[in-house]
């Protein structure tokens, strides 16, 4: 059995569909109260019949507990498994190793579409008892459009129709998640990413952490001291797994934390190991997160131009002075404005912008207001993101210093910030979901044409193998014509990975050669 706060409880025969409904009722009720108590109980009947029943007390005691019965459709449930095993004879037929079989086993499929069913079944109970529905109906999962991308592989259409059906999306999240596959499967099908890789490089210090930030980032005040000894144990990750590959490097992007944090320097040292160890002879973008506009210098900005950097992010998240101020930024909108100003005056001509929707104290008119301001600045991408409830950032663990900032009207941010970048000529092009995002809503960049980041997609779509080195980095090594992949991390703790760097390198090596990936 799960529980939500006090009152909501699902308990059910397959813990796999515990796991897949708890995130519904997360969805449906973040706060963990449902106006009353609410149990929801999944049982198998000796005639294999899956049955879900809800019951729910409302907490103002003026009626009677009301009771609810739905059997999944099993149908529907033979349906989905015939075209799953139909799919199964199209697949490489030198894949055999035993978790396939088993995955794609008619048992394996048939409890895979169970399970989906009965999350089905128990988002359209959640519905009638909660009045409401979600905007990606009973799609919890970070890749929404990858659904439709699969789609699109095999041939098929309908493809809104498919989301609306099936996963109870809303008409206009399904156009979305359509739009944004369509513009994926262009791009991603322009390369041969199946044997090439992508390189990812985390530089997780900051100059502060923001209070919705729980990406494992150090701020500098208290980790200066790391961060020599910490880009020494990085050359020697960068140098010991470039051994370890043979494919072509389609993509480089360094991210963090604020990697501009690091001298022009040691910007230079980095980009130069880079090079030195891996052949960068058939790159297509080179990213890097300038991200914080008070890191930025024009030094620094010279040299990732030099280097040969192709794309940065300077991200205001908003240009609202006192916004920035509950947040934790710790620079003024004055700062991103010069940071702009000084990127264009080095020669960069593709710049993304970061933004939210939904940060402490924000109505839509503030949100309308960074919009306004971007205007101004003219970045070639845009990435609007929904503030995601993380347990452990500072929003959440310290909830009495933010007790009545509560942005409002996030859904009317997230539409206008649609409807500006379609008035400036921008395109949907990826798109992604996170746990506990208000209002149930997406992560979405918009771009011009032609100024699409393809890591973006590669590792949102899951098409690519990924090197991640430095803290907290996560490798995904791609398997079976990306039917799967699987990760390989390093350890979160900068001072730990510095201790355990060949550890670190040691996982990578021997995944390699007891996976025999080809790489």
Known sequence: MRQVGDNIRISAFDPLMEDDILPLLHSFFPDGDCGGS?????TEEADRAIKAQSVFTSSDGTGEPVFREEFADTERIKAGTH??????????PGICDEIVRKYYSDEGIYRREQRKEIARVVYIMLEQISGKSLPWGMLTGVRPTKLVLERLEKGLGMHASYLMDKYRVTKEKAM?????????YTLINDIDYRNGFSLYIGIPFCPSICNYCTFGSHPLSRFGEYVEPYLKALEKEIKETSKLMTKRLDCIYIGGGTPTILSPEQIFTLIDQIRDNFDTSFVREFCFEAGRPDSITEEKLKVLKGCGVT???INP????????????????PAQIIKAFGTARECGFDNINADIIAGLSGETPENFRYTLLQLEKLAPESVTVHTLAHKRAARLMTSPEIFEGLEAKGVSEMVEAGALWAKQHGMEPYYLYRQKNMTESLENIGYCLPGKECLYNILIMEEKQMILAL??????????DCAERFERVENVKS???????IDEMIERKRIYIEKRCVPV
């Open 38 to 42: 609410l149990s929801i109980s999944i």
């Open 83 to 92: 075209g799953a095993a139909g799919e199964r004879e199209k697949r490489d």
């Open 176 to 184: 979305l998640a359509v739009r944004v596959a369509q513009k994926e």
């Open 311 to 313: 794309r940065i992010s």
């Open 317 to 332: 998240q908003s240009m609202v002075e006192r916004t920035l101020d509950k947040i934790g930024r710790a620079h003024t």
């Open 470 to 479: 430095g803290a907290g980095a996560s490798s995904k090594f791609v398997r």
């Open 494 to 500: 900068v001072k730990d990975y510095i201790e355990r």
